[in-house]
């Protein structure tokens, strides 16, 4: 549903936005550190990358949260070596030494495999839980670390659980910018109500499905925690939290910066689900909230990279002088 190439342009994005031009890298030259909060017979992995010869006191750190895939974010090769596919070698071209970045895991997602199939990561795909295996990393990794300057990002379900991630956070007074890309504001069953009626091209067999939404809502209702019942290629379980949870009532609470992106022709989170956050934050006299909404983009903002580069840079230097 939501692809990996988020993850490349938004770390470049966030990257790039704060360094001074041409302050880059020669060759890639990054530490991984891999660890683990093991509970019970579940874990959490999360990635600590870090660039070598770093300077001490100068440091930011880039939190992403990915979307609905069930891949590992990172991967590992042939001979069980982690690779990062393209992605290091852009993150190279455009970052200092003065960058980390900590990526949470979803719970029971290893290497070098696909989980789609596993139960052991599909029965705890719900909102509070994946949210919560979030907070748990950023907690522990921030509680012991310290930064300049700390940025988290979701492009997809990790922007529609960010909200809910911060919130969460005993350490959310270290966090000084929030991006959120195509994540919405609505509830996942406001969100297809909305797709239900759209005119927007491309959607083919997915409408047809999306007008079985009440019907398959009254079985969700009668079986929550189904595994094996599926809508739309997920388990009952998950549409049963997915469904009600509003990232908007998450987001009025956060007094943070936050930039919003959208595209209007999105077909997975439709843009009235983030022109609703805008709404309800003007209607609040909230002003920490920025919203940039593009005409003729779909859900895979990363295909405009030079466009999104500008904009969060523009966003990030107005926020941070």
């Not at 990358?49 to 590992?76: A, F």
Request: charged share 25%; proline share 4%.
């Amino acid at each position: 549903m939501k692809k990996s190439l988020l993850l490349i342009c938004i770390m470049v994005v966030s990257i790039m936005c704060l360094l001074p031009t041409g302050v880059y890298s020669a060759e890639p030259s990054y530490n991984l550190e891999v660890k683990t909060i093991q509970n019970r017979d579940d874990f959490i992995n999360y990635y600590i990358l870090k660039k070598e010869n770093q300077e001490v006191g100068n440091k930011n750190l880039i939190i992403y949260l990915n979307g609905s895939e069930l891949t590992p974010v990172i991967g590992t090769n042939q001979k069980n070596k982690p690779y990062f596919t393209s992605m290091l070698n852009t993150l190279n071209q455009y970052c200092s030494a003065n960058f980390d970045m900590l990526i949470p895991e979803k719970i029971n997602i290893g290497q070098a495999k696909d989980y789609s199939n596993d139960l052991k990561v599909i029965s705890h795909y719900t909102v509070e839980e994946r949210a919560l295996s979030a907070v748990t990393v950023v907690d522990d990794f921030l509680s012991e670390n310290n930064y300049k300057r700390v940025i988290l990002v979701g492009a997809s379900d990790g922007g529609a659980i960010l909200p809910k991630v911060y919130n969460g956070l005993k350490n959310k007074g270290k966090v000084s910018n929030l991006i959120i890309m195509a994540g919405g504001g609505l509830s996942q069953y406001d969100d297809f109500k909305l797709l239900q009626q759209s005119k927007l091209p491309n959607m083919g067999v997915y409408r047809k499905e999306l007008l079985k939404l009440d019907m398959t809502m009254e079985e969700i209702k009668k079986d929550p925690n189904s595994l094996t019942k599926q809508y739309l290629g997920w388990p009952f379980k998950r549409w049963s939290s997915f469904m009600d949870y509003r990232p908007l009532d998450e987001l009025l609470k956060i007094d943070t910066p936050i930039l919003v992106l959208h595209g209007d022709l999105d077909i997975s989170t439709p843009v009235e689900s983030s022109r609703a956050v805008e709404e309800e934050f003007t209607k609040k006299g909230k002003k920490n909230l920025s919203y940039i909404e593009y005409k003729g983009w779909d859900h895979q903002l990363s295909k405009h990279m030079n466009i999104i580069l500008k904009d969060i840079s523009d966003w990030l230097r107005k926020m941070n002088r």
